[in-house]
């Protein structure tokens, strides 16, 4: 395993200025890039933020730069609550620190029951102000985040571990360093290895033409925050890191991951997503963070919809991706449609008769026909009105992280097509589906959306090639575990529906 020292990390700093590329500039101000950890920029930034990140650690749960508070600032430790952290570091001592801990304290959107559109536009703010702590912390004011480009079309790159945070014996990056990630994540294997499909492909979000949800089909912000970011947190960690909400915050990879999914946000404005009016009434809600030097920052949602207003942007954006063979001429009417803000025609036409319990093996749950829906050679499968199907599981539940993927995939009942290729659906995770309580919540309160939607068209086309006639009346839908799941963790999903919209 290469190594990087402190004698390099001095070099890097003395060569910086020569290295940065000249800064953009727009509006008559000068715009700070974040980088791709891989590039020669990026690497001299994580020089930085190692030294910063060490720094931070040192300093005391009440110093609102300090690690803790900014780990607190998405969520409290999980082991205990926020009133009785707030006890524990201020006591009655420091009134005006506890009262700032209070406002941004266990903020995190939108994972207990959030309106699931803030996800983006808080986390954006949250490491923007992130940002400027450790910039100012190592004293450079060109410091930018870098990002940690996990969807690499490099195979050296997509998935694998920047080799910065798997360095426990480097003193410096040893402030990066978590020991309990999973084995994968810390050999420098990539986290996908050994999982059906492809869980660092983005296409989907990135074709999405509508930020919010429409009726059964996911809008960008859920697809991005259900899929790849969920992914990435449930295949680096566990129940006691990134794999769960209480303690993602505490990993320094956390930053740099949320990095990238405001790139996919910011690349998906570049490709055309448009966002949402600032006269919705969600993208006016404030939200308070602690600045540079503990000052108090309030900024609404809606000031984080443009990063060149905010003054930064990325050294490379990522492409529109080409759209998949079975988006047909009237499913981007649809599309279009969702995009202006229409309601498509949405039809249910098969559930499941009740919950799917997940475990350790897989689960098998039927999905029979609702009261009306025609009948077809498939079911679901219904060509003459032009419209896609979707599979749709939602009310999801778990009481601990099973601290995996899990596989879907949709078969006649019958079995005969066996969970090949040709009928997996993608995959789900309960990073969003433990309860968390932002403070005296009910627990049907304090979960998030957890609504996780994929088109199946192509899918139950393969399956009317098959022939097989069972599927006409009935389908079965397989949940795989990816790997050892938490047997203690008793996910469920409460509601299985197929759409047709």
């Not at 749960?61 to 082991?79: A, E």
């Not at 063979?325 to 009417?333: G, R």
């Amino acid at each position: 395993m290469s190594s990087i020292s402190r004698r390099s990390f001095v070099k890097g700093l003395a060569a910086l200025p020569l290295a940065m590329s000249i800064p953009r500039r727009a509006m008559g101000a000068t715009l700070r890039i974040r980088y791709d950890i891989a590039s020669p920029e990026g690497a001299q930034m994580m020089a930085l933020y190692a030294d910063a990140v060490a720094r931070m650690k040192t300093m005391g749960p009440d110093n609102p730069m300090s690690w803790m508070w900014q780990w607190y600032t998405h969520f409290v430790n999980g082991t205990t609550s926020k009133t009785a952290e707030m006890d524990r570091v201020f006591g009655t001592t420091n009134p005006t620190g506890r009262s700032l801990a209070d406002e941004t304290w266990n903020t995190c959107q939108s994972h207990s029951g959030q309106n699931s559109n803030n996800f983006l536009p808080w986390h954006r703010l949250y490491i923007y102000y992130f940002e400027r702590i450790v910039r100012e912390i190592c004293g450079h004011p060109e410091f930018t985040l870098p990002y940690w480009n996990y969807t690499s079309s490099d195979p050296a790159q997509r998935g694998v571990l920047p080799i910065q945070f798997r360095m426990p014996d480097d003193p410096l990056y040893s402030s990066l360093y978590v020991d309990t990630r999973g084995s994968l994540a810390n050999s420098g294997q990539p986290i996908q290895t050994s999982q059906p499909g492809d869980p660092m492909d983005i296409t989907d979000p990135m074709l999405k033409t509508s930020y919010s949800t429409v009726g059964s089909v996911q809008g960008f912000c859920r697809a991005v925050d259900s899929g790849i970011h969920g992914r990435i947190h449930v295949l680096t960690g566990t129940s006691k890191d990134m794999g769960a909400v209480p303690y993602a915050g505490q990993d320094p990879l956390f930053f740099v991951h949320h990095a990238n999914i405001d790139r996919m946000w910011a690349s998906w404005n570049k490709n055309g997503g448009r966002n949402p009016s600032t006269t919705e009434t969600w993208t006016q809600r404030s939200f308070v963070f602690a600045d540079v030097n503990g000052a108090r920052a309030s900024r609404k949602l809606s000031t984080g919809f443009s990063i060149l207003g905010m003054g930064y942007d990325y050294d490379v954006k990522i492409p529109k991706p080409a759209a998949p063979e079975t988006t047909s001429t009237s499913t981007m009417t649809m599309m279009a449609a969702a995009a202006a803000g229409s309601s498509a025609r949405s039809t249910l036409v098969a559930k499941s008769g009740g919950a799917a319990h997940l475990g350790t093996t897989t689960v098998k749950a039927r999905l029979l026909p609702v009261a009306g829906t025609r009948s077809t050679r498939v079911l679901g499968l219904d060509p003459s009105d032009g419209r896609h199907t979707y599979l749709v599981v939602k009310d999801l539940h778990t009481w601990s992280q099973p601290e995996v993927l899990y596989h879907l995939y949709l078969t006649p009942p019958s079995g005969k097509m066996g969970l090949s290729p040709a009928v997996y659906v993608g995959a789900i995770n309960f990073f969003d589906a433990e309860f968390h309580d932002h403070g005296n919540m009910k627990m049907d309160t304090a979960l998030g959306e957890n609504f996780f939607s994929f088109d199946v068209t192509r899918v139950l086309q393969a399956i009317a090639r098959s022939g097989d006639p069972s599927a006409a009346g009935a389908l079965q839908l397989s949940f795989v575990p990816g790997g050892k799941a938490n047997a203690s963790a008793k996910p469920l999903v409460a509601t299985i529906e197929l759409v047709r919209q």
